[in-house]
């Protein structure tokens, strides 16, 4: 345990940080799995839109350093991929 009131502050920050991290970390891996359950199903319209979504919650992970540029494009063009082949 920290002693510093400095060091307090900072773990208490570090958790909250963590905390958020994780939770887009998850609904960003939610978006994903429900454009890939869309093609599975062969609903395109369905799976267009859920797309759309999952481009954002990439995108926006990107820009918070929450992932890094080429993971976000590697899954983005993945998805694609996968709609275009229906």
């Known amino acids: 345990m920290a002693y510093i009131k400095q ?5 208490r920050q570090d958790a909250k940080r963590r905390m958020q991290n994780r939770m887009f ?11 890939e359950k869309a093609v599975n199903e062969g ?3 369905k799976a267009e839109a859920a797309l759309a979504i999952a481009h954002k919650k990439l995108d926006k ?4 350093g929450v992932r890094h540029k080429n993971y976000v494009a590697r899954q983005k063009a993945h998805l694609q ?5 229906m």
């Open 25 to 35: 970390k998850s609904g960003m891996r939610t978006a994903v799995k429900n454009v």
């Open 43 to 45: 609903d395109r319209d």
């Open 81 to 85: 991929r996968k709609i275009n082949e």
């Open 61 to 64: 992970a990107q820009v918070k």
């Open 7 to 11: 060091q307090k502050k900072r773990a």
